[in-house]
């Protein structure tokens, strides 16, 4: 079967795909919960749909609406980031509500997106070339690159804002940038799992690591190691059976995190 299935070229920029976008969010998506900020990647990957839909809209590449939304996102959403918890809430939920329509709007402006609508929302693994796979390598190897440098600062920062402020460490420009990098990271995504899916590989993995380990470092690979795996599964899984990667995605990502959760109980 495998020999099979490697032998024709989408599957085989599906896994190069596939492999780039897990790495990027099981180390990503681990800062993210370790910040307690879900809910912001949560809109970000809603944001890709209107991305998309929009950039197709006006003649351009989704890739391209993908990244321009997002990163813009980021940005309306580091102006209340510092502010009340209901407040930071009310604002991140009003982008996500404006997004989804805004999708929708465009969607139906532009009549020929309505056949891959399911597609923008929920992922395929079909049509993905290898100058997306080439771009996506690219976008990586800059997000990781800069996660490397930022990140004894970024996690120090994550685990004990005060005392980092008090250290001297820029507290509100790290918030920015891995805002930006988050929607970055979202916008990448995005292209393998659907915005409503992107959820699963950002949060699910990350989730069952900190299960599993409470040292930063092993939990991180640990969630990039999850990430991996699920998706290498799910891909396998959605060639052979009638049922879209999306639903694959999830389930076994939750599968996961519930079987971390047992591990969890047991040890405890």
Same mark, same amino acid.
């Given at each position: 079967?495998?020999?099979?299935?490697?032998?024709?070229?989408?599957?085989?920029?599906?896994?190069?795909?596939?492999?780039?976008?897990?790495?990027?969010?099981?180390?990503?998506?681990?800062?993210?919960?370790?910040?307690?900020?879900?809910?912001?990647?949560?809109?970000?990957?809603?944001?890709?749909?209107?991305?998309?839909?929009?950039?197709?809209?006006?003649?351009?590449?989704?890739?391209?609406?993908?990244?321009?939304?997002?990163?813009?996102?980021?940005?309306?959403?580091?102006?209340?980031?510092?502010?009340?918890?209901?407040?930071?809430?009310?604002?991140?939920?009003?982008?996500?509500?404006?997004?989804?329509?805004?999708?929708?709007?465009?969607?139906?402006?532009?009549? %020929? *997106?309505?056949?891959?609508?399911?597609? !923008? /929302? @929920?992922?395929?693994? #079909? +049509?993905? $070339?290898?100058?997306? &796979? =080439?771009?996506?390598?690219?976008?990586?190897?800059?997000?990781?690159?800069?996660?490397?440098?930022?990140?004894?600062?970024?996690?120090?920062?994550?685990?004990?804002?005060?005392?980092?402020?008090?250290? %001297? *460490?820029?507290?509100?420009?790290?918030? !920015? /940038? @891995?805002?930006?990098? #988050? +929607?970055? $990271?979202?916008?990448? &995504? =995005?292209?393998?799992?659907?915005?409503?899916?992107?959820?699963?590989?950002?949060?699910?993995?990350?989730?069952?690591?900190?299960?599993?380990?409470?040292?930063?470092?092993?939990?991180?690979?640990?969630?990039?190691?999850?990430?991996?795996?699920?998706?290498?599964?799910?891909?396998?899984?959605?060639?052979?059976?009638?049922?879209?990667?999306?639903?694959?995605?999830?389930?076994?990502?939750?599968?996961?995190?519930?079987?971390?959760?047992?591990?969890?109980?047991?040890?405890?």
């Amino acid at each position: 079967m495998l020999s099979e299935m490697f032998s024709f070229p989408f599957m085989v920029n599906a896994y190069r795909a596939g492999t780039i976008v897990a790495v990027l969010a099981g180390a990503v998506g681990y800062l993210m919960v370790l910040r307690q900020q879900s809910f912001v990647g949560h809109t970000l990957s809603a944001v890709g749909f209107p991305g998309a839909a929009g950039a197709l809209l006006l003649g351009l590449t989704a890739p391209l609406g993908y990244y321009a939304f997002c990163l813009v996102a980021a940005l309306v959403i580091s102006r209340v980031h510092h502010a009340e918890r209901s407040a930071q809430a009310a604002v991140v939920g009003t982008v996500q509500a404006f997004a989804l329509a805004s999708g929708y709007l465009f969607v139906v402006l532009y009549k %020929g *997106v309505l056949s891959g609508t399911t597609a !923008l /929302l @929920f992922g395929s693994f #079909l +049509g993905i $070339t290898s100058t997306q &796979v =080439v771009v996506m390598a690219g976008v990586a190897t800059v997000l990781l690159t800069a996660l490397v440098i930022l990140g004894r600062p970024l996690l120090f920062a994550s685990l004990d804002p005060d005392a980092a402020r008090a250290a %001297g *460490v820029p507290v509100a420009l790290l918030d !920015l /940038l @891995f805002l930006l990098l #988050l +929607g970055a $990271t979202a916008a990448g &995504v =995005v292209q393998i799992t659907g915005s409503l899916m992107v959820f699963t590989l950002l949060v699910l993995p990350a989730a069952a690591a900190r299960e599993l380990s409470c040292r930063p470092g092993r939990a991180l690979a640990t969630s990039i190691l999850i990430a991996l795996l699920v998706t290498w599964t799910a891909l396998a899984v959605a060639y052979s059976s009638p049922y879209p990667l999306g639903f694959w995605l999830s389930t076994l990502a939750f599968g996961t995190f519930l079987a971390a959760k047992a591990v969890s109980r047991v040890r405890a």
